[in-house]
């Protein structure tokens, strides 16, 4: 593993701490974002807000490296192959009738979870955007299309989607509470992301997300030897307690923030501990067990955040990176490695939809997108190089308002020079699409902002848009 990718696993498995972030300005604010009373005053005034009868709770799973849209997209397979450099395995080319085919009726990809997918498309569970697809910055560059994705905007200097969410229900105040009073409104699983950016508006004391780990371990305890005795420990803290009050007068951002650690501890020793946890998870009628994940890290890291999410009221949004699936950068052996990895995380979602419905939750969103699509040329390496068109996967949430699962949405077609290395798909003329940022408004329009697009420059997304969904 080179060091590029061994940094990127630090991020996916939780081992940074974030800074604080901070707010953001908008369209308004090309040139210079405001301090922060102009910006409060432009929430006010400008952002039109109703708060929502249900408030939701969103998952966001981004799949570093950019996936391939085949798993959910194999409806132009046949052309694809007919002008790609390398042929496609012969299971991908047979109809849909045969017993041996790799695709679904509605051409998903059998090994790469298309199973799975079929059923929560059937039972209103999920749905599938097949065309995210950009016009404003054709950008294939991994750097630039996570940051622009992550923070839903153009303009990188802006702070991340959680973020403005954060400022946003600071002003509106939707809970009737304080956002930095919340116990774990914010939660990373993945370490440092963009989707909580600082941006260039200097207030780092909106909101502190906090750090978790799938293996429910506790990184704000104090560490406790365990070759001490309890007592001796129990003195240790005592004197730290006594240490910590005696130089506040000339530490006292130090000593905030070991209290602040000491309740975060607290809170999360308390609701949050594998005890718990499995305490919680609910009974599966068809097997008369718990419900049980995948024993791998998708799993794991599914389980803690849905369990955080149905545990704790007050926690709104949490980031998994790419859930343990490791990076999607498939150049070579995609064709091999890609459908496992796509297919782990489908059967971890599908517990995650599973443990949620059984917990009577219709408010949980699990939002699945990442840099952007890949070419569909299968290359001499048996893989894809960078593409545009990407596929957004989004299960549950049925309760929220404007919600619509069980469909599919957008038409593509191949385009490039065949028998050359760029082959796309793209938007048939007349497909409905949207650009990546779409899924920020939509987000916060969830939340209820009426006008998501004075923040993003992009709409929310159409889900009235018309239903490919073959039933």
Do not use: C
């Not at 191949?414 to 497909?431: C, E, L, M, V």
């Amino acid at each position: 593993m080179n060091r590029r990718d061994f940094m990127k696993m630090l991020g996916i498995l939780g081992v940074s701490v974030l800074a604080s972030p901070s707010i953001l300005g908008s369209k308004s604010f090309a040139t210079s974002l405001p301090e922060i009373g102009d910006f409060v005053g432009f929430i006010q005034n400008e952002i039109g807000y109703e708060k929502p009868n249900i408030l939701p709770k969103v998952i966001n799973i981004y799949l570093y490296g950019g996936a391939s849209e085949l798993a959910g997209n194999l409806t132009n397979i046949h052309e694809i192959n007919q002008y790609s450099q390398n042929p496609y395995p012969q299971e991908l080319l047979k109809d849909p009738d045969d017993d041996n085919s790799e695709v679904t009726k509605n051409f998903l990809w059998r090994s790469a979870g298309g199973d799975i997918m079929e059923r929560l498309l059937a039972s209103g569970d999920m749905s599938i955007y097949r065309t995210v697809h950009r016009i404003k910055s054709d950008t294939k560059s991994h750097e630039l299309s996570i940051k622009q994705n992550l923070i839903g905007n153009l303009d990188i200097s802006r702070p991340g989607m959680a973020t403005t969410l954060a400022a946003i229900l600071s002003v509106f105040n939707p809970y009737g509470k304080d956002i930095k009073e919340m116990k774990l409104p914010f939660v990373t699983f993945e370490g440092n992301s963009a989707v909580f950016n600082k941006g260039n508006v200097n207030v780092s004391d909106l909101i502190q997300p906090i750090t978790l780990t799938p293996d429910f371990s506790n990184p704000y305890a104090r560490k406790r030897n365990k070759y001490v005795s309890n007592s001796i420990n129990s003195k240790l803290d005592n004197l730290a307690m006594k240490i910590n009050d005696e130089l506040n007068s000339r530490f006292s951002r130090v000593n905030q923030n070991f209290a602040s650690r000491k309740k975060v501890d607290e809170y999360i020793s308390s609701i949050f501990n594998k005890e718990i946890v499995e305490q919680n998870l609910p009974v599966d009628p068809e097997t008369g067990d718990k419900v049980q994940y995948p024993d791998n890290i998708t799993g794991k890291m599914l389980e803690a955040a849905v369990s955080l999410a149905i545990i704790n009221p007050e926690t709104i949004f949490i980031s998994l990176g790419s859930a343990g699936t490791g990076l999607w950068d498939d150049h070579s052996d995609g064709i091999i490695d890609y459908p496992v990895r796509m297919r782990q995380l489908m059967e971890a979602i599908d517990v995650a939809v599973k443990h949620i419905k059984l917990a009577g939750r219709n408010d949980i969103i699990i939002n699945v997108f990442g840099d952007f699509g890949r070419n569909v040329n299968l290359n001499s390496a048996r893989g894809w190089d960078h593409g545009n068109n990407q596929n957004l996967y989004t299960f549950g949430g049925s309760a929220i308002e404007g919600r619509q699962l069980g469909k599919i949405v957008g038409k593509t077609k191949r385009i490039g020079t065949p028998y050359k290395n760029r082959q796309f798909t793209a938007p048939t003329d007349d497909s409905y699409q949207f650009e990546p940022f779409a899924i920020a408004s939509t987000i916060y329009k969830y939340f209820g902002v009426q006008n998501p697009e004075d923040i993003t420059g992009e709409l929310a997304i159409n889900e009235n848009a018309p239903n490919e969904l073959i039933t």
